[in-house]
């Protein structure tokens, strides 16, 4: 596919192998007390794949992100990313080696620009240590400028020309996603995760989103997980849906096999046998 | 040659270099200039020798305030040991001179690490703990850190504290306080400089961060603990460097000033110049250092009044109470502090004449 939205050099220029993100979560198990959150849990994100999760509320959706990203820590199973085991790794370690997400209920720091909110995902980038800093070398400087170009490349694939200056609590919430989904990206992650990015969005706003998922998967090949309630998106822009369930993986699939699969159509549905 | 900006009215800036500058407009580069220049050139003359005390002394708290305003103002860590901290920069400023025999100029910077490493000890409990609770944890290091020096009379010489010897540098004798003064002040623009040049990379705004929603600072690759104990390391070794110089511009310390009244007053004057702001701090310590020698003059001098002594007599609390007042209407009117009301001023400048 051709990129329309100019060439960002975080993709343009960086080595496949420095992209490459294969995730294999085996017989994963997390528990709350007495309460199981996911259930031997089996899925595997291959490289540039865009697998989406779906699911009614309380699922276990957003706990599996959790795990991924090292939030929470599961009682059972494995998870291995690149075949480094990543299970018990924190959170901050995991962006280190390419784990980027988003929140569900975004996360941004308020009080803060865009261009800062967006700055301080390339903290693991930056080289310089306190000594550098302190004195604010040259190095500094230039890193410092190297950064802001490399960010000011995704504010124009994401058209946030107009607000990078903007406190990003002074913004709509449509818009904060997306400066959300900037953050994630300049953190320049191998597994892009994200947690409901449509939620609470506009048609338009929506339209918008999914414009820059598809571009950033099939021009850029970016491998994706995307947990989302709206069906039609996830249906039109997935490779792979799984189906969670009170913490069970139901069903696995092409967007067409999971539509028609019958455990699916009871988890939404209810059971449909009953009624005549 | 380029072209000077003096009061855009927009956002003029033709290269990523200009956001990174600490003064946006060469108006700021100027007034800059111009009070380094009246700071260094000409406070020190006209000054007599009492206002260059309480000068001296504002600049040494200056220096500790913005440590402190690292730590609490942008890292969100609050920390009620800092007079202890300052203490402690203090005394090992004063033990490395007199038993160790360092010159002045290591003694300063060495007494900063020792503190440094004594904040970190008292910043451990802030991998479990925030807000409120980190608080009363720093509270019981203040109370630890007081003990140690008064009883470890080995070292500290007890209540009976300590004589320093007069500090010299490069051989000129520092002992007048005009000498001083330029040490000092030296001391002070570099540490305020490197503040600044922390808050603008990464380690700020890691701080910030951490402050703002640790759980997504995490997200962001930023290893939280680790970057709290810098920022009380960093913090500590601020507040141990002014109290080294402290010690060496009062020539004795003891115990006594180093206790947590000291540590109240830093928060109120970061509180009143501005959390999160570095002119703020300065700004906090200079309107608290003048408040208290203001409010002793007027009790002084109420008490000599032979009309008023009595009445003098019983209110000479109320020092405390004008103190604690004016903190009080600073939360209430202008939260953010005295940077705050520093910005309203200066953007009211920058519109004149047409404020619209």
Not at chain 1, 89 to 101: D, E, F, N, Q, V
Not at chain 1, 176 to 199: M, T, W
Not at chain 2, 114 to 143: E, W
Not at chain 2, 301 to 329: D, H, K, Q
Request: hydrophobic share 50%; charged share 15%; aromatic share 12%.
């Amino acid at each position: 596919m051709k990129a329309f939205r100019g060439e960002p050099s975080i993709f343009t220029s960086a080595r496949p192998e420095d992209r490459r993100a294969e995730l294999e979560v085996k017989n994963l198990t997390l528990k709350f007390g007495g309460i199981t959150a996911l259930s031997k849990i089996d899925l595997n994100v291959r490289d540039g794949e865009l697998v989406s999760i779906i699911g009614p509320n309380g699922a276990g959706k957003t706990s599996l992100l959790n795990s991924i990203t090292g939030y929470y820590k599961p009682q059972e199973g494995q998870i291995s990313f690149n075949g480094q085991d990543v299970i018990g790794l924190s959170t901050h370690h995991l962006t280190r080696i390419g784990i980027g997400r988003t929140y569900q209920n975004i996360e941004l720091f308020p009080g803060m620009t865009v261009l800062s909110n967006m700055l301080l995902a390339r903290h693991v980038h930056c080289g310089y240590h306190v000594g550098k800093a302190s004195l604010f070398l040259k190095s500094v400087r230039e890193e410092e400028v190297r950064h802001r170009k490399i960010l000011e490349e995704l504010i124009d694939f994401l058209e946030m020309q107009a607000i990078r200056k903007q406190l990003v609590g002074s913004l709509p919430y449509g818009m904060r996603k997306r400066v959300e989904l900037g953050r994630a990206l300049a953190l320049q992650p191998r597994l892009l995760v994200l947690d409901e990015p449509f939620a609470g969005m506009t048609l338009e706003e929506k339209e918008d989103m999914v414009r820059f998922l598809v571009e950033l998967n099939e021009a850029w090949n970016q491998t994706m997980i995307l947990v989302e309630h709206d069906m039609s998106i996830v249906m039109s822009i997935s490779k792979r849906v799984a189906v969670f369930d009170f913490g069970v993986k139901i069903a696995e699939g092409s967007p067409d096999f999971v539509q028609n699969h019958p455990q699916v159509i009871k988890a939404y549905l209810g059971d449909t046998s009953k009624i005549e | 040659m380029r072209k000077l900006q003096f009061h855009p009215c927009g956002s003029f800036k033709t290269s990523y270099q200009q956001d990174l500058n600490i003064f946006s407009t060469d108006f700021g580069r100027l007034w800059m200039g111009i009070s380094i220049v009246l700071l260094f050139g000409v406070v020190p003359f006209i000054s007599s020798a009492y206002i260059l005390y309480v000068v001296n002394n504002i600049g040494i708290y200056a220096i500790a305030a913005v440590g402190l305003n690292l730590l609490i103002g942008f890292t969100g860590q609050i920390s009620l040991g800092h007079g202890a901290f300052f203490g402690v920069g203090a005394y090992a400023a004063a033990i490395l001179a007199t038993k160790g025999g360092f010159p002045f100029f290591l003694a300063v910077p060495i007494a900063g690490v020792v503190s440094a490493a004594v904040g970190m000890v008292f910043g451990l409990p802030s991998a479990r703990l925030k807000h409120l609770y980190l608080c009363i944890a720093t509270l019981a290091g203040q109370f630890i850190i007081e003990y140690v020096l008064v009883q470890w009379e080995g070292l500290t010489g007890g209540a009976q504290g300590i004589f320093v010897p007069s500090a010299t540098l490069f051989g000129i004798n520092l002992g007048n306080d005009r000498a001083f003064f330029y040490v000092i002040f030296g001391c002070f623009v570099l540490m305020t400089w490197i503040a600044v040049n922390l808050i603008r990379t990464r380690i700020g705004r890691a701080f910030i961060a951490i402050r703002d929603n640790d759980r997504a600072a995490e997200g962001m690759g930023i290893p939280v603990f680790p970057y709290k104990l810098l920022s009380f390391a960093i913090s500590s070794f601020y507040a141990g460097f002014a109290g080294a110089l402290f010690a060496f511009y009062t020539m004795s310390i003891t115990p006594e000033p180093f206790n947590l009244w000291l540590s109240i007053q830093y928060i109120a004057m970061i509180i009143i110049g501005g959390l999160g702001s570095i002119p703020g701090s300065v700004f906090g310590v200079i309107f608290i250092v003048t408040l208290n020698e203001v409010l002793s003059h007027a009790t002084e001098y109420l008490m000599n009044v032979g009309v008023s002594t009595g009445v003098a007599i019983t209110i000479a609390p109320l020092r405390e109470f004008v103190y604690g007042l004016a903190i009080v209407l600073f939360i209430i009117f202008e939260p953010k502090g005295l940077a705050e009301v520093w910005r309203i001023v200066r953007s009211n400048f920058r519109l004149w004449p047409f404020s619209y």
